[in-house]
């Protein structure tokens, strides 16, 4: 009788043990699949009044997560002749660049006296 109570138990305890086990591969296999997605990054960090690159770099026809961190002040920006706009509200988004050539960045946002020459250039190859 004893050694049937034992028995379960020990069933038992290697069914949770294979359980978490394999919550925890699914738990991993989701983390990894969700950093595939997010894929490359285009970060613009901003501060009174430019962006913390001369030039930034992507690869045409992949799809990048562009971002915008206000480090100093309050600023927008966008990159001419795409739909690329972020603020505060939209810190960032996807965008796939296309088209091959160098693009204008600039602030849209009227932030202070060096507004005007807040600009940066984004390089797409
Ligand atoms: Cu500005």
């Known amino acids: 009788m004893q050694k049937w109570i034992m028995f379960s138990l020990f069933i038992v305890a290697c069914l949770l043990g294979t359980g ?7 738990v991993r296999q989701a983390e990894m699949a969700k950093e595939e997605a997010a894929g490359p990054t285009l970060k613009f960090v901003a501060t009174n009044y430019k962006f913390d690159q ?3 770099k992507v690869k045409a026809g992949e799809k990048v997560t562009v971002s915008l961190l206000n480090k100093e002040g309050l600023h927008a920006m966008e990159v001419v002749g795409t739909s690329v706009k972020l603020d505060n509200n939209t810190k960032s988004m996807e965008f796939t660049f296309d088209k091959p050539g160098e693009y204008e960045v600039h602030c849209t946002l009227p932030c202070g006296p060096g507004h005007a020459d807040m600009k940066t250039k984004l390089i797409v190859e």
């Open 54 to 56: 001369a030039e930034y």
């Open 20 to 26: 978490v086990l394999f919550q925890n591969i699914s």
